[in-house]
């Protein structure tokens, strides 16, 4: 059914610079200049001031947005005891999750000791580096002791994500489950399974919020930790050892409130889960595989309340919805450690924001019509963007409280504004067209169904249930490429217009009447919807038999659009076909038009495009802010290219009111929004815009072009509006990302009918 994930995987890390990770210069570093201050002489002077105060580390270098993610490859994933190096993979993709997130950078280091004091040694005499530490994969029980031995030696924030992350969501998962269901907490009957990090951690952050220890019996392998016990016990299982007399897992569970299990797949049968209480809380969390599956579960016991580590069900436990957070929140203040409330306030900030009215963002990111707190929603979704909003807040206010704030924070509102405007929303803009369009997946045709580049974008598009992907071309080349590939049992449809008679003479018939007046027969019509693809995959769009079209892996620009052109035509509200690109930058996301299309249009295009434009902006929630971009200010110049640009402007006012846009104008006074309000204060344009639409063809198109090689910036497009119906070019040479990319704004717009 599938190709193979982990070869996948292993040409993802492999492609282009090695790993998932690099090192960015943050400071200028082009000039003699640059260098002087960079390194020497200039850098003797912040040395000296760190050197007389330590702190000014904090001031001078990156100390402060750093942490680093440690591991000595004892517990990595579900792989065990692989080693420190084979462990660095996984550490990488911590540190760019911690960058994705929230912005922090990581080093990732690979300690090679199973040494625990070894271990505690290296990081302590690193730690001047790093303005946190962040634990990861090492086994228990030697994991407790380290955090144990480095919170007493170091004054930074160590936190072992293992534990406490998956203790803080389960925990917030936990709280909104006892107020679903009514219950008191101190009289909750809690079962565990796994007495490794996570269950221990688990545990006490459950006993911390306020069950009582004497209602918790913790199992392992061995059966349940009672006391007495001296079989494969430690002094941190021995803190749970309770005096019962129940031996198994299935004697322990019979009238329990909750099984929060951490251990491994199946060991949680129905038959136990049907001698639990009413309304059984159920937290399967093994991976990849839970305890027990969420319908197995369901069906024995339809009253229960459940949660995985999966995100193909509800309540997915996902530490990422913690620790970038949490560490944001704690580097901001310079927190000395991660103490038990903030911990807590972690807990407390995502349970309530699962109480909070989900905004339509985020429903649609997820492809559903409603989240309402509930069994189903106990906890917010992994991606949800407010996470960052509500959780680092919440930390570094508990940290001041606690007094573990070296550099409080006067204004919590600021704070969150600032949050907000340095990360955005751009990060996770792919993911959250994708879970928009996944709900009522739409039909999307490939008419290059016989390119390899194209199969390998159309499987990803079928796994991740994404759209219904339809190849074009000779069906026993496509096959062999697909079985190749790894793909046999497959749902992608395959249409080879030479076994098409039906549908060739259909579409052939349909053609002939739009162009019969231009020359065309209808023979010419057949032989040309049957050889050429292209023709024959824009007539199934234009007839209805697809939704979207995605193609031009193999053709120039121009001959691609003519096909759109002569089979769809324009939309009939602005009559002018253009490019627009998504240019998504570190900070914000701007859309560049027109890129490949028209060559020097009109005033009147220009206006078209603009419009057009703000209407598929509109559609990821975005106020469509408007500049219409010239070499001139405002009537600086009065040359016919200027002039043009002003004439576009004065029509697009006329055309749509009520959308801000503002022009001519110069690219740097587009963004320059305090010079612009000194200079132009009758702007109708306020603050910066992310709509830039350019005086022609050579603007655009070298524009993004430079942006594209020389900027941090990811790159979704070409998109075509001003069509009746969703169908887009790719440039040629596109990997099958750039595919995948581009059919995720296809779908949007097929299902938005925003063309």
């Given at each position: 059914?599938?190709?193979?994930?982990?070869?996948?995987?292993?040409?993802?890390?492999?492609?282009?610079?090695?790993?998932?990770?690099?090192?960015?210069?943050?400071?200028?570093?082009?000039?003699?200049?640059?260098?002087?201050?960079?390194?020497?002489?200039?850098?003797?002077?912040?040395?000296?001031?760190?050197?007389?105060?330590?702190?000014?580390?904090?001031?001078?270098?990156?100390?402060?947005?750093?942490?680093?993610?440690?591991?000595?490859?004892?517990?990595?994933?579900?792989?065990?005891?692989?080693?420190?190096?084979?462990?660095?993979?996984?550490?990488?993709?911590?540190?760019?999750?911690?960058?994705?997130?929230?912005?922090?950078?990581?080093?990732?280091?690979?300690?090679?000791?199973?040494?625990?004091?070894?271990?505690?040694?290296?990081?302590?005499?690193?730690?001047?580096?790093?303005?946190?530490?962040?634990?990861?994969?090492?086994?228990?029980?030697?994991?407790?002791?380290?955090?144990?031995?480095?919170?007493?030696?170091?004054?930074?924030?160590?936190?072992?994500d293992d534990q406490h992350g998956t203790a803080i969501i389960t925990g917030a998962?936990?709280?909104?489950?006892?107020?679903?269901?009514?219950?008191?907490?101190?009289?909750?009957?809690?079962?565990?399974?796994?007495?490794?990090?996570?269950?221990?951690?688990?545990?006490?952050?459950?006993?911390?919020?306020?069950?009582?220890?004497?209602?918790?019996?913790?199992?392992?392998?061995?059966?349940?930790?009672?006391?007495?016990?001296?079989?494969?016990?430690?002094?941190?299982?021995?803190?749970?050892?309770?005096?019962?007399?129940?031996?198994?897992?299935?004697?322990?569970?019979?009238?329990?409130?909750?099984?929060?299990?951490?251990?491994?797949?199946?060991?949680?049968?129905?038959?136990?889960?049907?001698?639990?209480?009413?309304?059984?809380?159920?937290?399967?969390?093994?991976?990849?595989?839970?305890?027990?599956?969420?319908?197995?579960?369901?069906?024995?016991?339809?009253?229960?309340?459940?949660?995985?580590?999966?995100?193909?069900?509800?309540?997915?436990?996902n530490n990422v919805l913690c620790f970038p957070f949490l560490f944001r929140g704690?580097?901001?203040?310079?927190?000395?450690?991660?103490?038990?409330?903030?911990?807590?306030?972690?807990?407390?900030?995502?349970?309530?924001?699962?109480?909070?009215?989900?905004?339509?963002?985020?429903?649609?990111?997820?492809?559903?019509?409603?989240?309402?707190?509930?069994?189903?929603?106990?906890?917010?979704?992994?991606?949800?963007?407010?996470?960052?909003?509500?959780?680092?807040?919440?930390?570094?206010?508990?940290?001041?409280?606690?007094?573990?704030?070296?550099?409080?924070?006067?204004?919590?509102?600021?704070?969150?504004?600032?949050?907000?405007?340095?990360?955005?929303?751009?990060?996770?803009?792919?993911?959250?067209?994708?879970?928009?369009?996944?709900?009522?997946?739409?039909?999307?045709?490939?008419?290059?169904?016989?390119?390899?580049?194209?199969?390998?974008?159309?499987?990803?598009?079928?796994?991740?249930?994404?759209?219904?992907?339809?190849?074009?071309?000779?069906?026993?080349?496509?096959?062999?490429?697909?079985?190749?590939?790894?793909?046999?049992?497959?749902?992608?449809?395959?249409?080879?217009?030479?076994?098409?008679?039906?549908?060739?003479?259909?579409?052939?018939?349909?053609?002939?009447?739009?162009?019969?007046?231009?020359?065309?027969?209808?023979?010419?019509?057949?032989?040309?919807?049957?050889?050429?693809?292209?023709?024959?995959?824009?007539?199934?769009?234009?007839?209805?038999?697809?939704?979207?079209?995605?193609?031009?892996?193999?053709?120039?620009?121009?001959?691609?659009?003519?096909?759109?052109?002569?089979?769809?035509?324009?939309?009939?509200?602005?009559?002018?076909?253009?490019?627009?690109?998504?240019?998504?930058?570190?900070?914000?996301?701007?859309?560049?038009?027109?890129?490949?299309?028209?060559?020097?249009?009109?005033?009147?295009?220009?206006?078209?495009?603009?419009?057009?434009?703000?209407?598929?902006?509109?559609?990821?929630?975005?106020?469509?802010?408007?500049?219409?971009?010239?070499?001139?200010?405002?009537?600086?110049?009065?040359?016919?290219?200027?002039?043009?640009?002003?004439?576009?402007?004065a029509l697009i006012k006329e055309m749509a009111p009520d959308l801000q846009v503002?022009?001519?104008?110069?690219?740097?006074?587009?963004?320059?929004?305090?010079?612009?309000?000194?200079?132009?204060?009758?702007?109708?344009?306020?603050?910066?815009?992310?709509?830039?639409?350019?005086?022609?063809?050579?603007?655009?198109?070298?524009?993004?072009?430079?942006?594209?090689?020389?900027?941090?910036?990811?790159?979704?497009?070409?998109?075509?509006?001003?069509?009746?119906?969703?169908?887009?070019?790719?440039?040629?040479?596109?990997?099958?990302?750039?595919?995948?990319?581009?059919?995720?704004?296809?779908?949007?717009?097929?299902?938005?009918?925003?063309?």
């Open positions: 059914m599938s190709t193979d994930i982990y070869s996948e995987a292993l040409e993802y890390h492999r492609t282009g610079r090695k790993g998932k990770i690099e090192v960015v210069v943050t400071k200028p570093f082009s000039t003699q200049k640059d260098l002087s201050l960079a390194y020497s002489p200039g850098v003797a002077r912040p040395c000296q001031e760190i050197a007389e105060n330590s702190e000014d580390a904090y001031e001078y270098t990156a100390k402060g947005n750093l942490v680093a993610v440690i591991s000595n490859g004892t517990a990595v994933l579900g792989l065990g005891n692989i080693g420190a190096v084979a462990g660095k993979p996984v550490m990488e993709g911590k540190g760019a999750l911690f960058k994705k997130f929230a912005d922090i950078d990581v080093f990732d280091i690979e300690v090679d000791t199973e040494d625990p004091d070894e271990f505690v040694r290296t990081c302590e005499l690193i730690s001047p580096t790093f303005g946190g530490i962040n634990l990861e994969d090492i086994k228990a029980p030697e994991c407790f002791y380290i955090e144990e031995q480095l919170k007493r030696k170091i004054d930074i924030p160590v936190f072992h998962a936990l709280l909104n489950a006892i107020e679903i269901t009514g219950r008191d907490t101190k009289e909750v009957k809690a079962v565990f399974n796994g007495a490794g990090a996570a269950g221990i951690a688990c545990a006490q952050m459950f006993v911390s919020l306020g069950l009582s220890r004497e209602n918790l019996i913790m199992c392992d392998s061995r059966g349940t930790i009672y006391k007495g016990r001296t079989e494969s016990m430690n002094p941190y299982k021995e803190r749970f050892a309770n005096d019962t007399p129940h031996r198994t897992l299935a004697e322990a569970l019979v009238g329990a409130d909750l099984f929060c299990g951490v251990s491994v797949a199946g060991v949680l049968t129905q038959d136990m889960v049907k001698t639990m209480a009413a309304k059984p809380i159920i937290f399967a969390m093994a991976n990849p595989e839970p305890e027990i599956s969420y319908p197995d579960a369901v069906e024995a016991r339809p009253d229960c309340i459940m949660a995985t580590g999966r995100s193909d069900y509800h309540n997915q436990v704690a580097l901001d203040v310079r927190a000395t450690e991660i103490n038990t409330e903030m911990k807590i306030a972690a807990v407390r900030a995502i349970a309530d924001l699962a109480k909070e009215e989900v905004p339509d963002r985020v429903l649609r990111a997820y492809g559903v019509e409603r989240f309402e707190f509930g069994p189903t929603y106990l906890i917010p979704t992994p991606f949800d963007p407010r996470a960052l909003l509500r959780i680092a807040p919440a930390i570094a206010k508990a940290a001041m409280e606690t007094g573990v704030a070296r550099k409080p924070i006067e204004d919590l509102r600021k704070y969150t504004e600032h949050l907000e405007s340095t990360l955005g929303m751009s990060k996770s803009i792919l993911r959250y067209i994708a879970n928009r369009v996944k709900k009522e997946p739409v039909r999307v045709v490939y008419p290059e169904g016989d390119n390899k580049k194209v199969v390998r974008a159309a499987i990803r598009v079928m796994e991740e249930n994404l759209a219904i992907p339809v190849l074009l071309g000779d069906r026993k080349s496509i096959e062999a490429t697909l079985t190749a590939q790894g793909v046999t049992d497959h749902q992608i449809e395959i249409v080879d217009p030479h076994q098409e008679k039906e549908r060739v003479d259909r579409y052939a018939e349909e053609f002939f009447k739009r162009k019969q007046r231009k020359g065309i027969t209808l023979p010419y019509a057949k032989d040309l919807i049957r050889r050429d693809t292209g023709y024959f995959g824009a007539m199934m769009l234009s007839t209805g038999d697809v939704d979207s079209m995605v193609y031009g892996q193999s053709l120039p620009y121009p001959y691609a659009v003519r096909r759109l052109l002569h089979c769809i035509g324009k939309n009939t509200e602005h009559k002018t076909v253009a490019s627009v690109y998504m240019m998504v930058f570190k900070n914000r996301t701007l859309f560049f038009a027109d890129t490949a299309v028209n060559i020097d249009p009109t005033d009147q295009q220009l206006a078209d495009i603009a419009v057009s434009v703000a209407g598929f902006v509109k559609e990821f929630d975005i106020t469509p802010k408007v500049a219409m971009l010239s070499y001139s200010n405002f009537g600086s110049s009065e040359t016919p290219s200027a002039a043009k640009v002003a004439r576009a402007t503002e022009g001519e104008m110069q690219a740097n006074m587009a963004f320059n929004t305090e010079l612009r309000e000194e200079l132009f204060p009758f702007s109708a344009l306020k603050g910066e815009p992310n709509i830039l639409i350019f005086p022609d063809l050579n603007a655009a198109n070298i524009a993004y072009k430079l942006f594209m090689r020389l900027a941090e910036v990811d790159t979704i497009g070409p998109i075509l509006v001003g069509l009746k119906k969703s169908a887009h070019i790719i440039e040629r040479g596109s990997n099958p990302g750039n595919i995948f990319n581009l059919t995720t704004l296809a779908a949007l717009k097929a299902r938005q009918n925003v063309c």
